[in-house]
Structures are given as structure tokens and as C-alpha cells.
């Protein structure tokens, strides 16, 4: 199992720029999350997935945008990039069942600046 | 509204050293999850443990020993023994039952000098 991966794994953008960071799991987990750290802080929570084709906003959803068609997939877009947006992005997902229930496993994460 | 609080922002001690980690959170669940994860200088995050709110046994793994206290709403973590490759970051994390998704403190950063 590959687990949780990410592409790319570096980017720079510039303001007003768009893109999409890719997210995969191949642990048919049903939840998947983005989350998004900055500098010196903990991890804060953009949107999560319960399932395929169901979304929902976290605490920071603002300037992002997400879907999800299949299980595996969670991508996380990016419409207008601003400076605020400079972060690492972080998926994640879980299984809500089972020996090892509700634990998230991370991505290597996406490390974006925007300039 | 979940929080996690981790008031030691940085630690710094000496190899061979115990050192505990504080993580103090506030939730009105009933049921919940804390988490501890490790964030190397390489910047992945590594899962060390998961404990949910019906079980306060203790755990101790290797090294790792963890220190679950409802009634003052901590989760301490303690490493016996330091080494150097344990400096990383450590977040505590609290799992709300409805959308089953993380609450992070803002990390303790451990230094464990040679």
C-alpha cells in the first residue's frame, strides 16, 4: 500500500493564479480531509469528505474548493491564489471502523508558495 | 467549540533525559479521540497514538509512555530517555465525533542535544 500521496510535492504560484493539489489513498478509507499548516502553528482544517460525493467545509474553507467522485480521490483546488495562502497542505484520511477506527493517516504533504 | 492546548512551545533537554509533554483540551463530547503525532525535520507526520475517552489506562510503548487524566483533561506524553532523533515536533489532537476531524494544538518543538 502506498498509503496517502500527494502531488506535487512543491509549488510556486503567483497571485491570481489557479491549481489543484492532488490527493490519493489507496486504503479504500471513506473519510478524507485537507488540512493546511502554517509556519510554526498546528494543522487547521479546510474541508472534508465523508464519501464520495459528499463535502463539507472545516474551519478554513475560504479560496478553496473541493470534490470528491471516486473513494481515492480528494482534490483540493485552488481558484484566485493569494499570499495567505501560503502554507504546507496536508491530506488525510480515516476509517470509521475497525482495529485501527478514526486514526488519519497524513499525505507527505504540498508545500505552496504564492508570490 | 474543541480546543487543544499545548502551552510548551519549545523544550530543549539533554540526551538521556525524560521529558513530558503537556496537552490539556477542552470538548463537550462525551466520546472522543486524542491523538499524539510526530512531525520530524523532514515535515511528514508520524502517528504515535490513539486513545479514546472510555479508555484512561495508561499505555507505554518502548520508550513512550502516555498519561490519559479526564478528570483534569490531559493527555500527557512522556519520552524516557531521550534521543536525539526524537527532536521533532509533537501535536496533540482531538477527534470531534461528527465530522471526525482533527483539533491540533500548536506543537511543542523537543530538542534533544547529544
Known amino acids: 500500500n502506498a498509503g496517502v500521496t500527494q502531488t506535487p510535492k512543491f509549488r510556486i504560484l503567483k497571485i491570481g493564479q489557479s491549481m489543484t493539489l492532488q490527493c490519493t489513498q489507496d486504503m479504500n478509507h471513506n473519510y478524507m480531509y485537507w488540512y493546511r499548516q502554517d509556519p510554526g502553528m498546528g494543522l487547521k482544517l479546510i474541508y472534508y469528505s465523508v464519501g464520495a460525493g459528499i463535502t463539507d467545509k472545516g474551519e478554513v474553507p475560504n479560496g478553496y474548493n473541493v470534490s470528491r467522485s471516486t473513494t481515492e480521490d480528494f482534490p483540493l483546488r485552488l481558484e484566485l491564489a493569494a499570499p495567505s495562502q501560503t502554507s504546507v497542505y496536508f491530506c488525510?484520511?480515516?476509517?470509521?471502523?475497525?482495529?485501527?477506527?478514526?486514526?488519519?493517516?497524513f499525505g507527505p504533504g504540498t508545500r505552496l508558495l504564492v508570490l | 467549540a474543541q480546543k487543544v492546548t499545548q502551552a510548551q512551545t519549545e523544550i530543549s533537554v539533554v540526551e538521556k533525559e525524560d521529558v513530558t509533554l503537556d496537552c490539556v483540551y477542552e470538548?463537550?463530547?462525551?466520546?472522543?479521540?486524542l491523538f499524539w503525532y510526530k512531525q520530524p525535520p523532514s515535515g511528514e507526520l508520524v502517528f504515535l497514538i490513539r486513545?479514546?475517552?472510555?479508555?484512561?489506562q495508561n499505555e507505554i510503548s518502548g520508550r513512550y509512555s502516555w498519561n490519559f487524566q479526564k478528570s483534569t483533561s490531559s493527555f500527557n506524553f512522556t519520552i524516557t530517555a531521550s534521543q536525539v532523533v526524537d527532536s521533532a515536533v509533537y501535536f496533540c489532537?482531538?477527534?470531534?465525533?461528527?465530522?471526525?476531524?482533527?483539533?491540533f494544538g500548536s506543537g511543542t518543538r523537543l530538542q534533544v542535544q547529544p
Open positions: 489532537a482531538l477527534m470531534d465525533t461528527g465530522r471526525r476531524a482533527l483539533t
Open positions: 486513545r479514546n475517552s472510555f479508555d484512561e
Open positions: 470538548t463537550r463530547d462525551t466520546t472522543y479521540y
Open positions: 488525510a484520511s480515516s476509517y470509521p471502523t475497525g482495529m485501527e477506527a478514526e486514526t488519519q493517516y
